[in-house]
C-alpha cells in the first residue's frame, strides 16, 4: 500500500527543525489543497494545532500530518520536498507525479509558520 503522503528526507529535516523550535508539542503539519477555477490544485501548508474533524496520520516519527476532509483527496498521494529553486532560496514544493499533469506547487520559501492556515 502506497504512503498516503511521502515527504523527502530534506522536508522532514526542516519539519523536525520548525516544530523542534515551537513550544506546542500538540502541533502539526497542516496539509491543504484546493482546485482552482482553472482546474489546477494549489497546495499550502503550516504548522497547526490539530482540529476536531481533522485527519491526523503520522507520516514520519514524530511528524504529525493535519488534513481537512475538504483536501484529503487531492493531497493524497502527493510528495512534499525542500529544494532550492533559485540559488539560495529554498522552498517546500508539493508533486503530485500520479496526476500525470506534473502539477507542482510551492508554499513558503522558509519554514512553514505557525498557524498559517488556522480559522475555517
Known amino acids: 500500500m502506497a504512503a498516503f503522503v511521502t ?39 503550516g504548522l497547526d494545532e490539530p482540529r476536531e474533524r481533522d485527519e491526523q496520520i503520522e507520516v514520519e516519527a514524530g511528524i504529525k500530518l493535519l488534513v481537512s476532509a475538504a483536501s484529503r483527496d487531492l493531497i493524497a498521494g502527493t510528495e512534499i520536498d525542500y529544494v532550492e529553486v533559485a540559488p539560495g532560496e529554498f522552498r517546500f514544493v508539493f508533486f503530485r507525479a500520479a496526476s ?14 505557525h498557524g498559517s492556515e488556522r480559522g475555517g
Open 7 to 45: 515527504i523527502t528526507p530534506a522536508a522532514v529535516e526542516q519539519l523536525r527543525t520548525a516544530l523542534a523550535a515551537s513550544d506546542d508539542p500538540e502541533l502539526g503539519l497542516r496539509a491543504a489543497a484546493r482546485r482552482t477555477a482553472e482546474g489546477e490544485v494549489e497546495y499550502g501548508m
Open 100 to 113: 500525470g499533469s506534473g502539477d507542482k506547487s510551492t508554499t513558503a520559501p522558509t519554514s512553514p509558520p
